[in-house]
């Protein structure tokens, strides 16, 4: 057996430049630096590549390199790992900051005993961790050292959960870090709309562990291995890489000492694997075997992204801002199962209220929910099949509808709408109304579009003097970004927060459910306050600051200045409205 080669320059270059984000690259990557070969291999030649890269270009980006490490402080020797991780990045001459979990200090839970959920909340906490240090170094791409052989474990492992195709096709390399969790700032996970302008880049996909050993080895890299990576009894993971490492996929073969839902999960590998119809896998058929067909489903998940982008530009028709209007006509034209549901999964996670990036937003990926979408968008007369508007997870609302030359009809009850010359039939996807406001305050619910923004306008104003230049961020609804620019309230507005008396809220408008900004104001007596809209006005796609993709820029630029017009709008100079959700598969 020959032995395996370092990887080349050339071909980091070629991995390297397979990772850019659809944004382009920014001026300072990160690198999540664990000591370990991997990520000790990764910071190596990101650091040369961009050493090489400034003697031919001087102003290319990236440009610099940040070295991040977590210390998860639960092993005892947690603070020896991030101390070597340090002296490594000193030697290479690359910035590095480490920093340690603050256990029970809000978002993070308390440190989690063996047994709790112990990897998950480890898992989640580096990553909030890592996603912070990031804003703070000014990085807004973040490189894992995750490999060929993590790949192939992640396939499986997504097979143990019952996952598709799609998911078999593993982890991609590049992605955007998303909205996190669906929460605030105090949920551990939550990224919030910071988190639609971060990526995560993964270069090494295509490398084997022999290879990245090989590169640590040439360069006299020094790292440190985890000894409970080989421990089957610790995680799926572990044990799937102890089974591979075997040649054989029988949980019988760990021995007495793996948990019975590991055993559970190995058992459910086999049974998603005989259903796979774009490949043939056996897991114990070797590693390069497993790496040759992993590779060819995330190749499959690439095409089938490329279809979907290129359907979406291809049939999407004009619509209100946030909402998604296709055609049947259009859709007739995607027969793929794999492809119908991938471009219906964009849609939804396009339009919903749940964080960007989750799967509340896809409808948690139930499958009878996705194949009743299908059914009823691919049905070519849905006003005579009785099909009337739905609601099937996700948070969106499915309407058929008539679209004429120059109107948009949606049609209400049971009788099927009159057709004119030039009519065609579509569907419209838009935000899921909430409950009644009655019903909401019976229940005891708070209503989740009726936002009150008076405390951080406030502490903002407090410090402006001090610190200007602020702009106050509000996430709202998970879909639109409010920019306040706090130097240029109105001193109306300033002092009336700043002295206790006035509120500043954000309620929504239109049957669409955009936000407005009120300025309430209390009345003399026992009248009602006064609500003043302050800003209505959907922001225009040149003046967004999101870094949208050509997909997302094409869609925005699509929004007919009459639904605009309609509305009534308000505008302050101070305030900018961004639809912050994106229709790519990244």
């Known amino acids: 057996m020959s032995r395996p080669l370092p990887i080349s320059k050339d071909e980091f270059a070629r991995f390297f430049k ?112 890592l996603f912070q240090r990031m804003n703070e170094t000014q990085a807004e791409i973040v490189a894992l050292g995750h490999h060929g052989d993590d790949q192939v474990e992640t396939s499986l492992m997504r097979l143990a959960r019952g996952s598709t195709e799609i998911g078999a096709g593993g982890m991609r390399r590049c992605r955007r870090w998303g909205m996190g969790l669906h929460g605030d700032e105090n949920t551990l996970g939550w990224a919030g709309a910071l988190g639609m302008k971060r990526w995560i880049i993964r270069p090494l996909l295509d490398v084997s562990k022999d290879r990245i050993l090989a590169s640590c080895e040439e360069h006299k890299l020094e790292y440190i291995t985890d000894p409970t990576n080989f421990q089957p009894e610790l995680t799926l993971r ?99 199962p794999l492809v119908q549901r991938a471009l219906v999964l964009r849609i939804m996670r396009y339009v919903s209220f749940f964080a960007w990036g989750t799967v509340r937003a896809d409808a948690n990926r139930r499958r009878s929910s996705i194949e009743r979408i299908i059914a009823n968008l691919w049905t070519p007369d849905p006003f005579a099949a009785g099909i009337a508007p739905f609601v099937a997870g996700g948070g969106v609302f499915w309407s058929p509808v008539v679209i004429g030359r120059k109107s948009l009809r949606i049609p209400a009850g049971p009788h099927p709408p009159q057709m004119h010359p030039g009519d065609i039939i579509g569907w419209l996807a838009a935000r899921q109304p909430p409950l009644k406001r009655a019903r909401m305050e019976e229940a005891g619910i708070p209503n989740p579009l009726r936002v009150d923004i008076t405390d951080r306008l406030r502490a903002r104003l407090e410090a402006r003097h001090q610190n200007p230049g602020q702009v106050l961020d509000v996430l709202w609804d998970c879909r639109f970004l409010l920019r306040m620019d706090v130097d240029r309230v109105p001193d109306g507005i300033a002092r009336g927060v700043l002295e206790g008396r006035d509120r500043v809220v954000v309620h929504p408008h239109t049957r669409w459910y955009w936000p407005k900004v009120l300025h309430v104001r209390p009345q003399r007596g026992t009248g009602p306050q006064a609500e003043v809209v302050v800003h209505s006005t959907l922001s225009s796609p040149e003046s967004a600051k999101g870094g949208l993709v050509k997909l997302d820029r094409d869609m925005v630029a699509s929004w007919p200045p009459a639904f605009r017009r309609t509305t009534g709008e308000v505008s302050a100079d101070w305030i900018e409205t961004e639809w912050i959700r994106s229709l790519s598969a990244l």
């Open 238 to 336: 572990n044990a799937i890489r102890q089974l591979i490492s075997k040649n054989s996929f029988d949980p019988q073969s760990l021995g007495e000492n793996v948990p019975p839902y590991i055993a559970q999960s190995l058992d459910q590998v086999q049974h998603s694997i005989a259903s796979l119809e774009s490949v043939d896998m056996d897991p114990s058929g070797g590693l390069e075997h497993l790496r040759a067909a992993v590779t060819v489903l995330s190749e499959q998940v690439e095409d089938i992204d490329s279809l979907v982008d290129s359907s979406l530009n291809r049939c999407r028709l004009p619509s209100p801002p946030g909402t998604y209007l296709v055609s049947y006509r259009g859709l007739a034209t995607i027969r793929d």
């Open 18 to 129: 397979r990772c850019v984000p659809p944004t382009g690259w920014s001026r300072k990557i990160a690198v999540a630096n664990s000591g370990g070969p991997d990520s000790t291999c990764l910071l190596f030649l990101i650091r040369r590549y961009i050493q090489d890269l400034h003697k031919e270009s001087p102003e290319a980006f990236p440009s610099s390199l940040v070295s991040l490490t977590i210390d998860h402080a639960l092993q005892p020797d947690s603070d020896v790992v991030a101390r070597r991780c340090a002296d490594q990045a000193k030697v290479m001459g690359v910035e590095h900051v480490t920093s340690q979990i603050p256990w029970s200090t809000p978002p993070f839970p308390e440190c989690p005993k063996s047994g709790e959920a112990f990897e998950e909340i480890g898992r989640s906490a580096r990553y909030q961790l």
